[in-house]
């Protein structure tokens, strides 16, 4: 639905959306492998927002991952809508002083100024919360004026809108050809409450929930636009928060799915103690469902109990993540070092849990406190925050600062050495890839997929296989694969290893942050790509 706000000005709003800093998680590397592709996901945050203004407003979104808004945008708006997470606050900047600069009034929503409005003093009007009563106050006064204030002044959701009374996204204001993957939300909140974590406090420990109609619809909206994605991510917070609801929707997604010759695959979010839910795993694959991405955090289950996650232990590590591969999802882990119960056995600990679980993709991440979350309660009441952007965290680890970057440096050097990775995945030829359904030819061979399949294969051939100095790896996996029949999973391998070497060989040089949540600094980053090959060595 969109606002019932009555409204007697006419308005231009321009969504923009800022650009990601690189990550491991973005796969920014493997975008030049596909053709067309230029960003990770679209944001579905933005595009609801887009999606409810009144419809007597003209609205224009852009995706700055994939085109950088113009200053005749600019010059086009009434005002400018900006949303957000910490690791793009340098671009959040950016695109407010840019607004500024045209004379506009610039609005700021998203989960990094709802965690932390006084980073963002720039911004004319501050959105904290999702859409709800907020967000209706907030148009009335841009009908009003869309001069720009003397003094910044928020909207803070009291009341917040049903997931049952969300507008479907605004898909058709973006291209989502230039997408690698799409984007669904089923639930909104997580019932746990893990300590680094800020979802309970931002989104509710209890999750809300869109019904299987309006998913349905979200996906017709998807694949009615051409060169879609093949592959849809829920952004669900934890897809199982509540076990009942997924269990009861994943039939109208298997019925969605058969009607349609299974145009998609699937993947989401959850926690480990899925594993001990056969009857929602077994609709998973039948849906389609390929990965699922896991906070395991860490191997070590005394430190799992230090950081509210004894969720994790609820099956034995190593058997979850058997159980899982089982229903022929391949589990991609979240990894933390620089809890204050590591010792100077957890890296090696780490090292031998990557090369025991066979998890192909990890994201391995310093500790990094995050507003409003029980960790960053903690230690500011223990003086332990820091803020010197020369260091790669926030969090005053228990152990030398110095001796934490070096185990992180060592374990992703590890873990995406290129006979490592491919030997991981040659694992996953076994235990995973046969495990997932057989789905019909006729959803797969269109003719988007066949000319997509012809460039991503073209490019993993030549670039990989051929120019690249890990292709005697690659090949001998891919060769492994194909000999089980599945071609699928040569393409996979080779464009998610393609990006996965050539990030971490840039992360080892100091390019990159050792925390996925907080941007490199430009200083910083200039001074270790200098000296990146002294440490390495």
Known sequence: MRSTVPVSSSRRILCVFPAYTPSFGT??????????????MPPQGLLVIAAYMPEAWEVRFIDENIARASPEDFAWADAVFVSGMHIQEGQIHEIGRRAHAAGKVAVLGGPSVSGAPEKYPDFDYLHLGEIGDATDRLIRRLDETVA????????????????????????????????????????????Y?????????????????????????????IVAQPAHPAVVYFVDDNFIGNRKATREMLPHLVEWQKRNNYPLQFACEATLNMA???????????????????????????????????????VPMYEAIETLNSY???????????????????????????????????????????????????????????????????????????????????????AYSPEQLFERFKRQCDVTYPNRITTPTAG???????????????????????????RKPF???????????????????????????????????????????????????????????????
Not at 27 to 37: N, R
Not at 302 to 313: R, S
Not at 349 to 356: A, K, Q, S
């Open 27 to 40: 796969f920014s590397h493997a975008y030049p492998l596909m053709g067309g592709v230029k960003a990770f």
């Open 328 to 414: 022929g999802l391949e589990v991609t882990s979240g990894i933390i070092l620089g809890l204050d119960t590591d010792t100077d056995k957890s890296e090696q600990n780490l090292i031998d849990f990557i090369d025991r679980s066979a998890i192909p993709v990890l994201t391995i991440n310093l500790l990094q406190a995050l507003p409003k979350t029980p960790l960053w309660d903690r230690l500011e009441r223990e003086g332990r925050l820091v803020h010197d952007a020369s260091l790669e965290s926030n969090v005053l680890f228990k152990r030398p600062h110095d001796d934490v970057v070096r185990s992180w440096r060592r374990a992703i050097a590890h």
């Open 276 to 314: 001990k839910q056969p009857e929602i795993l077994e609709l998973m694959r039948q849906a389609n469902f390929m990965t699922v991405f896991v906070g395991i955090e860490t191997p070590e289950a005394d430190a799992l109990k230090g950081i509210d996650k004894t969720h994790n232990a609820a």
């Open 444 to 470: 797969k061979l269109t003719l988007t997929n066949l000319r997509r399949g012809l460039i991503l294969g073209f490019n993993i051939v030549t670039r990989v296989g051929l120019f690249s100095d890990y």
């Open 193 to 221: 409450r893990c300590e680094f974590c800020d979802i309970p406090q931002l989104y509710g420990r209890q999750p809300r929930l869109k019904t299987p109609e309006q998913l349905c619809a979200e996906l017709d909206a």
């Open 475 to 537: 090949w001998r996996a891919a060769g492994y694969a194909l000999k089980r029949g599945q071609i699928e999973a040569v393409f996979n391998m080779g464009f998610v290893a393609h990006h996965l070497i050539r990030f971490t060989r840039e992360a080892l040089r100091g390019e990159h942050n050792a925390s996925f949540y907080a941007a490199q600094d430009k200083a910083k980053a200039e001074a270790a790509a200098r000296g990146g090959a002294r440490q390495a060595a």
């Open 148 to 191: 720009v204030p003397a003094e910044p002044e928020r909207f803070e959701t009291a009341d917040r809108l049903a997931l049952s009374d969300f507008p479907a996204p605004a898909y058709e204001r973006v291209p989502l050809k230039r997408y690698l993957i799409g984007s669904l939300q089923f639930s909104s909140g997580c019932p």
